[in-house]
C-alpha cells in the first residue's frame, strides 16, 4: 500500500480530546518494560545526572510512566502542539501520581525546530524516546536528523511506532477493530496514521543508505517498529 502522509501535529481541540481520553495504557506499560529490557540488557542503569527525551509527547501518557519509572532523572516532553502541551500539563497537575512527576516538564516545539530546542535542555540527553511520531512525520530525513542532532555518545535512541499494513483490505480490518473499542475521530484518525506509517523497509534503507546503520530496525509482531541503538 503506497503511503499516504498525515498532518504532523495533532491541534484539533476534538482530535487532542479523543485521544488522551483513550486508554492506550497496555502498550504504553509494553514499551517502557521494552525499554527497561534494553537497558538492562546493555548494562545501564540511568541515574541522577541523567535526561530523557520524549518526542511527539502527545498528552503525556509515556512521559507520565517514564518519569515514574526513573524517579532519578529528569524527563522532559516535547510536542510541536500547544493544545497536547497544554493536555499534558493538565494531566500532570491533576494525576493521582501528581508527586511522583516532579521530575517531569514539557517544552512545546515543533521537532523540525530542534535549534531552539537544544537550548532549552541543559544536559546532554541519556535516553531519546517517542512513541507514534514517525508516521506524522511527512519526509523521514526530518526525524533521522532530529534525533542524530539531540544525539551524543552517550544518547540512547528507543522509537515505537505503526508498521504500514500491507494492503488497504489489512487497514480497513484493523480500522473496523478500533472502531468496536474508540469513537469515530480517533478511528478515523488510526486508519489516517496506518496509511502514513512507514514500512520496515523504508526505515530499514533509510537507515543503511544515510550513515545510520548504528540504529537497529526491528519489526515488533505484526503491527509495529522499533528502531533503537546509538546514532
Ligand atoms: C499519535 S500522538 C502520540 C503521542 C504520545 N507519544 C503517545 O504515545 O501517547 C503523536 C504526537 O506527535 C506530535 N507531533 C507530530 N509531528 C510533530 C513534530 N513535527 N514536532 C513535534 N511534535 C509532533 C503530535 O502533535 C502528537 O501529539
Request: charged content about 30%; glycine content about 4%; hydrophobic content about 35%.
Amino acid at each position: 500500500m503506497e503511503r499516504i502522509p498525515e498532518t504532523e501535529l495533532m491541534k484539533k481541540k476534538e482530535q487532542v480530546l479523543s485521544y488522551d481520553e483513550a486508554d492506550f495504557s497496555e502498550g504504553e506499560v509494553n514499551l517502557i518494560n521494552q525499554i527497561n529490557h534494553y537497558l538492562l540488557r546493555k548494562s545501564i542503569s540511568l541515574s541522577e545526572k541523567d535526561l530523557i527525551v520524549d518526542l511527539g509527547c502527545g498528552p503525556g501518557n509515556i512521559s507520565e510512566k517514564l518519569a515514574i519509572k526513573w524517579p532519578n532523572t529528569e524527563v522532559v516532553g516535547i510536542d510541536g502542539s500547544k493544545e497536547m502541551i497544554m493536555r499534558a500539563e493538565y494531566n500532570k497537575e491533576t494525576s493521582t501520581q501528581k508527586k511522583y512527576l516532579k521530575n517531569l516538564r514539557y517544552i512545546c516545539s515543533d521537532i523540525k525546530d530542534i535549534k531552539s530546542t537544544k537550548f532549552l535542555l541543559k544536559k546532554k540527553i541519556r535516553l531519546l524516546v517517542s512513541n507514534s511520531l514517525i508516521h506524522h512525520i511527512t519526509h523521514l530525513e526530518d526525524f533521522f536528523k532530529t534525533i542524530r542532532s539531540l544525539s551524543s555518545n552517550i544518547t540512547i535512541n528507543f522509537h515505537k511506532d505503526l508498521k504500514r499494513p500491507l494492503d488497504e483490505k489489512s487497514a480497513l480490518e484493523l480500522k473496523a477493530q478500533c472502531s468496536t473499542k474508540y469513537n469515530e475521530i480517533l478511528t478515523n484518525d488510526y486508519y489516517a496514521s496506518l496509511k502514513a506509517s512507514y514500512t520496515f523497509k523504508e526505515l530499514r534503507n533509510f537507515t543503511l543508505e544515510n550513515d545510520l546503520s548504528s540504529l537497529e530496525v526491528f519489526e515488533d509482531g505484526d503491527k509495529y517498529l522499533i528502531v533503537y541503538g546509538n546514532v
